[in-house]
C-alpha cells in the first residue's frame, strides 16, 4: 500500500503544526522547511481546513494552527479522512465484480485482514505520539526552540 500525494502532504503539514505549537505556520514555511511546492501545499491545507483538523487565520499574523480535532484523532482516523481507497487488490475496491476469482481465491480475506492489522496499530498513535521526543524534527524543519508539549 501507497499512500496518495495528499495524504503524504497532508501529514506533513500537520507534523509541522503539531511540532510548531501555537506559533503554527505559513504555507511559505512550511513548504520552505519540506522542499516541496507551494502551490500542491496550498491545495491540501485547504482541505485540511474543510474537514477542521487545521485552523486559517488571514491577515498579517495569521497562518495555519493544528486543530483540536487533529489533536484528538488517531493517525488511522486522520488517514481515513485524507485517503480514498485502501483497497490492496481490486477484489477489496468499489468494483470486486472485476475480478473474475472475487471471493474465491482467498486473497480478500487475507488483504482485508492485513488492512485491518494496519488500522489497528495506525489507530493506537496521534501527532502528539509522532512528534514527542524528536527533537531533530524541529531541527531538520528548521524550526528553533523544543518541542512544545502535547496539547499546545
Known amino acids: 500500500m501507497r499512500l496518495t500525494l495528499h495524504s503524504d502532504l497532508a501529514f506533513r503539514v500537520m507534523l ?19 522542499r516541496i511546492s507551494e502551490d500542491h501545499l496550498r491545495k491540501v491545507a485547504h482541505e485540511l481546513v474543510r474537514l477542521g483538523l487545521i485552523d486559517s ?3 498579517r499574523s495569521g497562518g495555519l494552527r493544528l486543530g483540536p480535532r487533529a489533536r484528538e484523532l488517531s493517525i488511522g482516523a486522520i488517514l481515513r479522512l485524507t485517503e480514498t481507497d485502501f483497497a490492496l487488490v481490486e477484489c477489496l ?21 492485513a488492512l485491518k492489522a ?35
Do not use: W
Open 118 to 152: 494496519l488500522f489497528e496499530v495506525l489507530d493506537r498513535y496521534t501527532l502528539a505520539d509522532v512528534v514527542s521526543g524528536s527533537g531533530k524534527l524541529r531541527d531538520l524543519l528548521e524550526m528553533d526552540g523544543p518541542i512544545p508539549p502535547a496539547g499546545e
Open 57 to 59: 487565520t488571514r491577515g
Open 16 to 34: 509541522f503544526l503539531a511540532a510548531a505549537g501555537e506559533n503554527g505556520g505559513t504555507i511559505p514555511q512550511i513548504a520552505a522547511a519540506y
Open 93 to 113: 475496491g468499489n468494483q470486486p465484480e472485476r475480478c473474475v476469482i472475487a471471493g474465491h481465491c482467498g486473497l480478500q480475506r487475507i488483504f482485508g485482514e
